[in-house]
């Protein structure tokens, strides 16, 4: 176990890094490109990369990771299975490589349909170059589950850091050259790299790749039983998002930008859980599916990292969001209006943060115990959802419809999969979770009035946006911790005894 927490830190130590990457590529692209239809094109476009990410971290990796798990403990021929469903997928991926190709001119006017003349050529060339290179940014997802199967969880991150890093390089040194398609480059050329460490990672544990196509007749069926609803729950998330983008692409130029800049630092907390903490949790919980107390308490453990660590960031951006914003994005051509239509999209956005945290514990547990229909029912109800709310209120709201369409669905999703889960676990740990809820909501409240009363009594608001941050999130920090400590003392034991164990 040890191990695993160590391994736990370092992993979540690349994804701060990755991050930081992260907030570098988008302080470039907006130095060069501001919030513009160049920058709109490449984030329609960049949306099919997340869909097929989607699908193989979400889709993919929940039904193999607990299926292979299980074969091996079994004894049985799991890494003749798992070879045969990597030659397989791959294939599929070489096939739709190939579609997005020649028919992207055709799909993407079709789902963007109210993209301006600029942005349509550009979102349709560079969802062209993308799908030229599906088959190999299919592979470095496929590899991270495989690598998951093992424990091995540090390539992955360093490869998803190679993406994103080489594509802010790429935009800083190569935009008078390619203009906006230095970020396209960038982020193939990255991948690449990623996908050639994985492998070497991949080939210094025990697996041993073979060219065979033929899987355990049992673990085909029971494989392609579970990745339909699997699949198509993966892909509600990014159906969503498509629909968010659609309707945001009759709002106005810049609108995608706007909306796409804000989600990414909401996202951030979220995307350093769900690669590091969340997926060795449901690696846990995919060992323990037999032991029903070792499952509740990891179930629980889940619970409590994702509210002690993701509400105090949501309470902390809506204090100091607009500092955030324009830390991140403002200079060049990118303007104090695009700042403040980029804060307000963040502010709309922050219920996200935590109920989309918890929600993926739930999801997970579910995941974990072969329930893949029933998140797919869940999650397929939010598609309606969120065309109805976007149907009602952009026309009236424009672009802020959209942010606050998606915190209600992360809301409703959240509720919901509560409701399933705690009928399994029991009454007694529902409790236990409104318990620790309770004495973790204080803290970060106190936090949230300290940093606030802070700002206004020194006038904050007019000082740089680094020195903001620099002054307020650490009096921020510091609050929180003593009063964890105060209030939830347990549970501030649980966090010190894991990093000292790390």
């Known amino acids: 176990m040890s191990r695993l927490k160590k391994t736990a830190l370092w992993a979540t130590a690349l994804a701060l890094v990755l991050k930081v990457s ?62 045969a469903l990597l030659n397989w997928t791959m294939l ?46 299919a592979l470095s997802g496929l590899l991270d589950s495989y690598l998951q199967s093992r424990r091995i969880f540090v390539p992955s991150q360093v490869s998803k850091l190679l993406a994103t890093l080489m594509a802010a ?38 697996y041993k790749w073979q060219p065979v196509f033929r899987m355990e007749r049992d673990f085909r069926v029971a494989f392609l039983i579970l990745i339909v609803p699997s699949l198509l729950n993966s892909v509600v998330g990014q159906v969503n998002l498509f629909v968010n983008r659609f309707f945001a692409s009759g709002t106005g130029d810049a609108s995608v ?13 979220n995307a350093i859980y769900a690669t590091t903490l969340a997926a060795i949790i449901f690696t846990l919980m995919s060992e323990q599916t037999e032991n029903v ?62 109920f989309q945290g918890m929600q993926l514990i739930l999801s997970k547990s579910m995941y974990a115990r072969g329930k893949t229909a029933v998140v797919f029912r869940i999650s397929v109800t939010t598609i309606a959802v969120n065309i109805l709310l976007n149907w009602l209120l952009v026309d009236k709201y424009g672009y802020p419809a959209l942010a606050i369409s998606a915190s209600v669905v992360s809301v409703y999703y959240f509720v919901v999969s509560m409701i399933v889960v705690y009928r399994d676990l029991g009454v007694a740990e529902f409790r236990r979770f409104a318990r620790m809820s309770t004495r973790v909501v204080g803290p ?47 549970g501030f034991t649980r966090f010190v005894g894991l990093l000292r164990r790390g």
């Open 293 to 354: 107390a070792k499952f509740r308490d990891t179930v629980f453990r889940g619970m409590e990292i994702s509210l002690v660590t993701l509400l105090p960031i949501a309470v902390g951006l809506l204090v100091v969001g607009d500092a955030v914003v324009a830390f991140i994005y403002e200079r060049g051509a990118f303007t104090a209006t695009d700042t403040a239509n980029t804060h307000l999209a963040l502010l709309l956005y922050l219920p996200i943060i935590v």
């Open 22 to 83: 992260g907030f570098i590529r988008e302080s470039i692209v907006a130095k060069e490109f501001g919030a513009s239809s160049e920058t709109d094109a490449y984030f329609l476009a960049f949306g099919f990369i997340t869909l097929v990410v989607a699908m193989i971290s979400t889709g993919f990796n929940n039904v193999f990771l607990p299926m292979y798990v299980k074969s091996r403990a079994a004894g049985k021929r799991g890494d003749q299975n798992a070879n």
């Open 257 to 269: 930008t706007y909306l796409n800049n804000s989600s990414l630092i909401i996202s951030i907390p």
């Open 444 to 490: 970060a409240v106190v936090m949230g009035f300290a940093i606030w009363g802070l700002k206004i009594l020194t006038g904050a608001s007019e000082w740089a946006a680094t020195v903001q941050l620099g002054v307020l999130v650490p009096v921020g920090v510091a609050v929180y911790v003593v009063m964890v400590r105060l209030f939830y003392r347990e």
């Open 169 to 206: 390089l790429f935009a800083l040194f190569f935009s008078d050259v390619w203009g906006i398609f230095s970020l396209v480059y960038g982020f193939i050329v990255g991948t690449v790299m990623g996908v050639v460490i994985q492998i070497a990672a991949l080939i210094r544990s025990d």
């Open 92 to 137: 599929i991926f070489v096939g739709v490589s190939l579609v997005g190709c020649f028919f992207a001119d055709a799909f993407v006017p079709f789902i963007y349909g109210n993209m301006s003349e600029a942005t349509s050529v550009l979102a349709v060339q560079m969802t062209q170059i993308f799908f030229a290179f599906m088959t190999m940014i």
